[in-house]
């Protein structure tokens, strides 16, 4: 069942608190072990204690997946890396701190990549997390723990974050539903920080109906973050209903269907337009010929950021630490221990592009790509209300399959223009592609999260 189906039962007593998290530590101890999609776990027992006090609000004491890079104050935050071995934060990031004030409990912490550097969860220092429907297979990254957990029904949801499509990407390749929100609606105070002006806190959820109750929980404004918006939270819920679609104008952007897309993918595709029209929408064709330059414009601005941000760890005020005969040696070998290598390539791509010289060559030049990008988003909003098409070019790839990293990093393609023109983005299951999940990504407008809300249920109802 989902979250809103396993609260609708536990109200009605159906069903107890204490078979809930039976049932899903069942799961976990069927799956876990293979898996590997959490880092950290709580104690069931406690869960069902401490569950009893929370009966009357809105989460009703259900324990909720938190990605490993958002700061929990019960359990060890590690962002997948050795360089935070051992740091336990003092507090709660906001969004997790909203979850626990409407009844929620934290179930774990989930792995991901490393600083969530990556689309596949392999490059954690705690090991690679499997794709429940073929262990083979990567369950796509960054939030690929988040994903896989509430895909095999260790989670009955999950919080994660999308910085160029860690979210939505993960969400696809695992058959579950992703939902990144307009830069600024969730908080990001207590979230790790990777790339400060693309971070984004995400919900992994297993119906489109979750993902509007989690966001009308942890959504809103907060003064202790400079770049959350200075909106009042929504009820999405409401946006739910039939005639979603009726009246839409969605558009496919012919880059989001290139040649390369296997037929069957294509076939999805054509599906999923044939569908949106039985439901009242109009859908055409668009062109966002900046697509192209969305990879290496992202890469060039997460990589910049990431450096400057990663400076902090220099063990000296958390985490590892590694002996020197001075300040510089030990920094440089507690570094060079504590960081993978996939958060080294970033650090040394960053610094460079930041460097004397190249900056406005290289850092400068990328920022202003992404405003004309923001912009191409905006002409095209103007002529549609909806944009729509895969999420990801393929479905999940084997374990060890994509060594080199330009070929990972094509993975994002079609979630990266909308992360660095900082707009909302859903993904849902649209079909299988060899026998594997395929995601159907729709972006909106900013702070159009009612509307793309509504619109994906309606496309998850006919698609079944």
């Not at 770049?227 to 969605?250: F, Q, V």
């Given at each position: 069942?989902?979250?809103q189906a396993t609260l609708n039962s536990l109200r009605e007593g159906n069903v107890s608190l ?74 709660d990031a906001t969004c997790v701190a909203r979850l626990r004030a409407a009844g929620a409990q ?105 993902a509007a109750l989690l966001l009308s929980l942890i959504a809103g404004p907060d003064p202790r ?240």
């Open positions: 069942m989902d979250l204490s078979q809930i998290i039976v049932s899903l530590w069942e799961a976990i101890e069927r799956r876990e072990e293979e898996l590997r999609a959490f880092i950290s776990l709580a104690d069931p027992d406690q869960l069902v204690r401490d569950g009893e006090e929370l009966a009357g609000l809105p989460l009703a004491g259900l324990p909720i997946a938190i990605k490993d890079n958002l700061i929990t104050r019960d359990f060890p935050t590690t962002c997948g890396s050795k360089i935070l071995s051992g740091f336990r934060p003092p507090f934290v179930q774990g912490k989930t792995n991901l990549d490393e600083f969530a550097m990556g689309s596949s969860t392999e490059h954690s220092a705690f090991g690679p997390t499997r794709n429940p429907h073929d262990p083979e297979r990567v369950p796509g990254g960054s939030s690929g723990g988040s994903a896989a957990a509430v895909a095999a029904e260790e989670a009955l949801a999950a919080l994660g974050t999308d910085t160029g499509g860690s979210v939505r990407q993960p969400a696809a390749l695992c058959g579950v539903v992703g939902l990144r929100p307009t830069y600024g609606r969730v908080s990001r105070w207590g979230l790790v920080a990777f790339a400060s002006s693309l971070d984004t806190v995400g919900v992994l959820a297993r119906s489109v109906r979750d973050d400079a770049t959350c918006l200075p909106l009042p939270p929504e009820n999405y819920l409401e946006s739910l209903g039939e005639g979603a679609l009726d009246g839409l104008r969605i558009g496919v952007p012919k880059e989001y269907v290139p040649a390369e897309l296997s037929p069957a993918a294509r076939a999805l595709v054509d599906r999923w337009c044939a569908l949106a029209r039985e439901q009242g929408a109009e859908v055409v064709e668009i062109s966002l010929p900046l697509t192209e330059y969305a990879l290496p414009t992202y890469y060039l601005i997460a990589s910049a950021e990431a450096s400057a941000n990663l400076a902090r760890y220099d063990g000296v005020r958390y985490g590892l630490r590694l002996p020197g005969e001075q300040v510089a040696q030990m920094m440089a070998a507690t570094r060079t221990a504590g960081f993978g290598r996939e958060v080294k390539r970033r650090i040394a791509l960053g610094t460079f592009a930041l460097s004397a010289g190249y900056y406005d060559q290289y850092y400068g030049k990328a920022q202003r790509v992404r405003t004309l990008i923001a912009r191409e988003f905006q002409a095209a909003f103007r002529e549609v209300d909806l944009i729509m098409g895969p999420t990801s070019p393929t479905p999940a790839f084997r374990l060890g399959e994509k060594e080199d990293p330009i070929a990972m990093y094509l993975s994002d393609v079609f979630t990266l223009p909308s992360a660095l023109a900082g707009l909302p983005a859903i993904s849902i299951p649209g079909g299988e592609v060899e026998g594997l999940p395929f995601g159907l990504q729709l972006i909106a407008p900013r702070l159009a999260e009612g509307k793309l809300l509504g619109a994906a249920y309606a496309l998850e109802q006919v698609l079944g």
